[in-house]
């Protein structure tokens, strides 16, 4: 599926009825800082399925675990974000359920609303550092990103190319521009408005995409054309037309649902291309031949 641009029919009036669902999940997440403590207390995180809920650097991080006779050494796995008190959630259990049923764990951290940002990508550093170095998972997992997720991961795999095998995206962001905007995602970058617009080349992820083609990170998205939340041309599209432009189309796959905005559709969370794409890439990153490669 490779290099491809896809385009799904929907039912408008089941993305009509999520619509105002999905609006209010996209912003009611806590507003909690990236490296804020991780208040007194307060239970390290909810599981929608069986594994560990831990601490890492104060802030709360999961990792649902594969039946014991489905683990693997080293443990295949993605990297899901956002990793936020509300997420990962019900709506995603199907997909988490694929995973572990294939091998393939699934770990995050509450990075806060971090939007792409330093300390949210050093989280996520001090996470891929617990599980590969103290529980024998892989050294390149799956990135797998939904909605505001993808600016966690894009950043991530901007910053450690090599570290990756692949990112997917459920509708998601990739320009701080379209969402969620400089005002909301300064604060995160810990810079001004008007500092962060002057150093967009450093801190939004669209512009950087470069680094992904050029290291072949395989990508997989599918996003509705009709999302006026994260607006698909200005993330999943541009991301497409980037690696194309690069030469590296082949290793792009943006499914189009049609007519879906940004919402809770189950086209996109039983998405089975994306499912197969992420289990595929993270037992890629797994196995021997990985380590030293560029994708």
Same mark, same amino acid.
């Given at each position: 599926?490779?290099?491809?641009?896809?385009?799904?029919?929907? &039912?408008?009036?089941?993305?009509?009825?999520?619509?105002?669902?999905? *609006?209010?999940?996209?912003?009611?997440?806590?507003?909690?800082? @990236?490296? #804020?403590?991780?208040?007194?207390?307060?239970?390290?995180?909810?599981?929608?399925?069986?594994?560990?809920?831990?601490?890492?650097?104060?802030? =709360?991080?999961?990792?649902?675990? =594969?039946?014991?006779?489905?683990?693997?050494? %080293?443990?295949?796995? /993605?990297?899901?974000?956002?990793?936020? %008190?509300?997420?990962? #959630?019900?709506?995603?259990?199907?997909?988490?359920?694929?995973?572990?049923?294939?091998?393939?764990?699934?770990?995050?951290?509450?990075?806060?609303?971090?939007?792409?940002?330093?300390?949210?990508?050093?989280?996520?550093?001090?996470?891929? @550092?617990?599980?590969?170095?103290?529980?024998?998972?892989?050294?390149? =997992?799956?990135?797998?990103?939904?909605?505001?997720?993808?600016?966690?991961?894009?950043?991530?795999? /901007?910053?450690?190319?090599?570290?990756?095998?692949?990112?997917?995206?459920?509708?998601?962001?990739? #320009?701080?521009?379209?969402? =969620?905007?400089?005002?909301?995602?300064?604060?995160?970058?810990?810079?001004?408005?008007?500092?962060?617009?002057?150093?967009?080349?450093?801190?939004?992820?669209?512009?950087?995409?470069?680094?992904?083609?050029?290291?072949?990170? %395989?990508?997989?998205? /599918?996003?509705?054309?009709?999302?006026? &939340?994260?607006?698909?041309?200005?993330?999943?599209?541009?991301? *497409?037309?980037?690696?194309?432009?690069?030469?590296?189309?082949?290793?792009?796959?943006? &499914?189009?649902?049609?007519?879906?905005?940004?919402?809770?559709? #189950?086209?996109?969370?039983?998405?089975?291309?994306?499912?197969?794409?992420? /289990?595929?890439?993270?037992?890629?990153?797994? *196995?021997?031949? *990985?380590?030293?490669?560029?994708?």
């Amino acid at each position: 599926m490779a290099g491809t641009i896809t385009r799904l029919a929907a &039912v408008a009036a089941a993305a009509v009825a999520a619509a105002a669902v999905a *609006a209010a999940a996209v912003t009611s997440a806590a507003a909690v800082r @990236a490296g #804020d403590e991780l208040p007194a207390g307060q239970p390290v995180k909810t599981l929608i399925l069986p594994g560990e809920s831990f601490v890492v650097q104060g802030r =709360p991080a999961f990792v649902l675990l =594969p039946p014991e006779d489905k683990r693997l050494s %080293p443990q295949p796995w /993605i990297i899901y974000a956002p990793t936020l %008190p509300a997420y990962p #959630d019900q709506h995603e259990k199907w997909m988490h359920e694929q995973f572990l049923a294939a091998g393939v764990a699934v770990a995050g951290i509450d990075a806060g609303e971090a939007y792409g940002s330093p300390r949210g990508t050093d989280l996520m550093t001090a996470l891929h @550092a617990e599980l590969v170095k103290t529980r024998g998972f892989a050294a390149k =997992p799956c990135l797998l990103g939904r909605s505001r997720g993808g600016l966690w991961v894009s950043s991530w795999a /901007i910053a450690h190319p090599d570290k990756v095998a692949g990112i997917a995206g459920l509708y998601p962001v990739f #320009d701080l521009r379209s969402y =969620p905007g400089l005002e909301k995602a300064a604060p995160a970058h810990e810079l001004t408005e008007q500092a962060l617009n002057a150093r967009l080349a450093d801190h939004n992820p669209i512009a950087r995409i470069d680094v992904l083609a050029n290291a072949r990170i %395989p990508v997989f998205m /599918i996003h509705g054309d009709d999302d006026k &939340v994260v607006p698909l041309r200005d993330n999943s599209e541009a991301l *497409a037309k980037r690696y194309q432009s690069l030469g590296q189309a082949d290793l792009v796959t943006l &499914v189009v649902a049609k007519g879906q905005g940004h919402n809770l559709w #189950d086209g996109f969370f039983r998405c089975r291309q994306l499912t197969d794409f992420a /289990i595929q890439r993270a037992k890629a990153g797994a *196995a021997p031949a *990985a380590v030293g490669e560029g994708r």
